[in-house]
Structures are given as C-alpha cells and as structure tokens.
C-alpha cells in the first residue's frame, strides 16, 4: 500500500478496560525497554470500551508518541474479543501480549526476544507463583487451568497471558473463525515449538481488578464448553450414578417388603422425583451451555468492532492498517506477512 510504512520487528499488544490509572506508566515502561534494545516495535493498546477515559488518554500520548497505536473498540466486547482485535492489527515479526496492569513486567521482553531468536515460535512468561490472591480463587484458578489443560494436552497450571507469538503463530491465531475463544488453550492447542520463562507476579500498578465473580462463573463456562467435551461425558456418568442408586434403592425396598417391613410409599416415591427431577435438571443445563456456544457460532457476528478515530484519520501507517482490520474470523490483517522469521 504506498505510503505505509514498513512493519515493525515487534508489536507489543495490550488489551485495557478501565486503566486510566495505569495508562502512562504502562506506555513509559514499555516503550523504554523496547527502546533500550534497539529493535524496530509498536505499541497496540485495545481501548475494550473503557468508560474512565482511557481511550481518550491513549490517544493523547498518541499524538506525541508515533509508536503508540490506540485501537478503541465500540464497546466492551471483552479480554479475549480485545487480544483478538490486537492480533488482527498487529504487524510485527514477533508480537508480544501482556496485562495494562504491570503485573506482567516489562522488564521480562529482553528473555522472551532472546528464546525467539533462538528459534522457538511462542515464549510463555509463566509464574513462579501466582501473587497475592485468595485461597478460593487460587484453589478455583487452579483446577480451572488443570480441566482446560486436560482438554488441550498441555500443563496451564502456571500459564498467563504474557506470551510471544511468531508471526505463523499469529496468522493462524487470526485464521480461527471460533467466537468463545480461551487464548492461552487455543495457543496451547496450535502445538507450535514452546519456550518458558519464569516470572514473579507483581501488584497492580494503579486500579482495582474488572473481574466480578459472575463474570469469572461465566468465563469458566464458556471456555470448557469452548475447549472440551467433560462437562458432555460428566452426564453419562451422572446418568450411571443415578441409576445404580435407584437399583439399590429398588433392591432395598423389595428387601424390605420380603421381610414384612412396612414399606413407605410416599418418602420412597418422593426422594426417587428428587433424585431424577435433579440430574435431568443438571444435564439440561449442561446440554444449554452448548446450545448456546452452537447458537453464538452460527450468528458469525465480529468477534469485535472497532471504532472508527475522528481526529486521526491522516495518519498513516498503523492507523490505517487498523481501520480496514477484518475480524480474526475473516483473513489476517493487512500488511501481515506469513512464515515468520
């Protein structure tokens, strides 16, 4: 396209909702360890709806900072719809995603560009522990990550979001068409060459956590709907248990009535509706989650829309690449070139 500059070396993709707080010492910390390596880079920042003003924020360091590139969506689609919408702009060889909150630090980029020039396709930042976190939510994170892990046949115990991707990695990642999305089993699954490198979680720099505990309920849904068949295979197994127990509850009550012991019609009759009206309940429910998953694929809606800028559209390079960016669901963004490295 005449006039575009040509891609960087990396692209740095940062999803935010409601990060204002932490908006300038993200872009300082960022941009200054990319700098000091002397690698051509951009830094995507994905506005995910934000309402605190960190759109508008981005855009102003924007002005003044060419490697900045803020991408606003119209709404709040999401973290994941957000990485998607980051992956579709980004042009780099390499492309890197890390939290807005400065948990996952910047100071780690050097390793992580070190093991991809050594050849590996993703680099996975992965905690040597998981920071201050409560004992429910941890014991819940955990064996969250081991059913995704079993589904994917990868170990997720210690994964985050802080990973490096090539730039194969990244087109097929762009190339997936599936709407309820889980980025790091879906990175897991590709089965690309995996380097490690081991972080501290720091404390938020600014701001409070998004994540409301309905909303983490509705994730963990989703995504084992999205990436595995247990919850389908739990209800043949619900179905076993049910009827072994009504077996031996039959068995018991012929014993009784061979004894001559009085046999209670109604508790029987009662707990047998209990026991039945509830595991077909509870296969219902798990039946509706798929149904749902099926139904929100079928639409095909854009995963995200993103927001036209009104006080920008001169300029060139990564702005206009990110206005004609198609969903990941259609082809990769323009100016992506396949193959890596």
Request: glycine share 8%.
């Amino acid at each position: 396209m005449p006039g575009m500059s040509p891609p960087p070396e990396l692209s740095v993709v940062v999803p935010m909702y409601d990060e204002v707080a932490v908006v300038d010492r993200l872009v300082d910390a960022v941009v200054a360890e990319l700098t000091s390596l002397g690698r051509s880079f951009e830094l995507i920042c994905v506005d995910d709806g934000s309402r605190d003003g960190t759109g508008e924020r981005l855009e102003e360091r924007a002005a003044t900072l060419p490697v900045l590139v803020p991408l606003r969506l119209s709404r709040n689609f999401g973290k994941e719809a957000a990485m998607a919408a980051g992956l579709a702009a980004a042009r780099g060889a390499a492309v890197i995603l890390m939290d807005a909150d400065l948990q996952h630090p910047p100071d780690l980029l050097p390793q992580m560009l070190a093991r991809w020039d050594e050849g590996y396709d993703v680099v996975n930042a992965v905690k040597q522990d998981r920071g201050r976190e409560g004992l429910l939510y941890g014991l819940a994170a955990r064996l969250f990550n081991r059913l995704v892990g079993r589904a994917v046949d990868a170990d997720l115990r210690r994964s985050s979001d802080y990973k490096l991707l090539d730039r194969q990695v990244v087109d097929v990642l762009n190339a997936c068409e599936e709407r309820n999305r889980f980025f790091r089993g879906l990175v897991a699954w590709l089965g690309f060459s995996v380097a490690e490198v081991p972080f501290v979680v720091a404390e938020r720099a600014g701001g409070r956590t998004k994540w409301s505990t309905s909303q983490l309920v509705r994730y963990t849904i989703s995504t084992l709907v999205s990436f595995s068949s247990l919850p389908l295979r739990a209800i043949a197994w619900l179905g076993f248990l049910t009827t072994a127990f009504a077996l031996l509850l039959s068995i018991q009550t012929l014993w009784n009535w061979a004894r001559g012991a009085a046999v209670d019609g109604f508790t029987t009759t009662i707990l047998a509706i209990l026991i039945m009206g509830g595991a077909i309940l509870v296969c219902l429910g798990v039946i509706a989650a798929y149904l749902a998953a099926i139904y929100d694929e079928i639409k095909a809606r854009p995963l995200f829309v993103v927001r036209s800028p009104r006080r920008s559209r001169a300029r060139e390079a990564p702005t206009q690449t990110i206005q004609s960016s198609p969903a990941p669901s259609d082809s990769p963004a323009p100016g992506t070139s396949p193959g890596g490295r």
